[in-house]
């Protein structure tokens, strides 16, 4: 069993900043990819960034300069520091990561997090 814990969201005005941070847990051979998403009320979930196990990163151009996602690779914890945080950025963010259990150490599952609300307000 692996689970994906998130912590970090919160109520903040406009232009201010918030870091998320999610920590993965338990059965782990090793994680590829690690990512963060989010769904505003009403819509898709939509990918905010990921980054491999040795650093390469991808954003949504809506995030582009604003947001950076970084991870600790011996904690198997993510992190996103959202900067200049806009109205739009109001949404539930998970936590998405691929893992390896010691089970089957070569097939990569995709585990989600429960999410945490990030709430902005103008």
């Known amino acids: 069993q692996v689970q994906l814990v998130e912590s970090g969201g919160g109520l903040v005005q406009a232009g201010g900043s918030l870091r998320l941070s999610c920590a993965a847990s338990?059965?782990?051979?090793?994680?590829?990819?690690m990512g963060w998403y989010r769904q505003a009320p009403g819509k898709q979930r939509d990918l905010v960034a990921t980054?491999?196990?040795?650093?390469?990163?991808n954003y949504a151009d809506s995030v582009k300069g604003r947001f950076t996602i970084s991870r600790d690779n011996a904690k198997n914890t993510v992190y996103l520091q959202m900067n200049n945080l806009k109205p739009e950025d109001t949404a539930v963010y998970y936590c998405?990561?691929?893992?390896?259990?010691?089970?089957?150490?070569?097939?990569?599952?995709?585990?989600w997090g429960q999410g945490t609300l990030v709430t902005v307000s103008s």
């Open positions: 998405n990561a691929d893992v390896a259990r010691f089970s089957e150490r070569y097939r990569y599952l995709e585990v």
């Open positions: 338990g059965n782990i051979f090793s994680i590829d990819s």
């Open positions: 980054i491999t196990s040795g650093g390469s990163t």
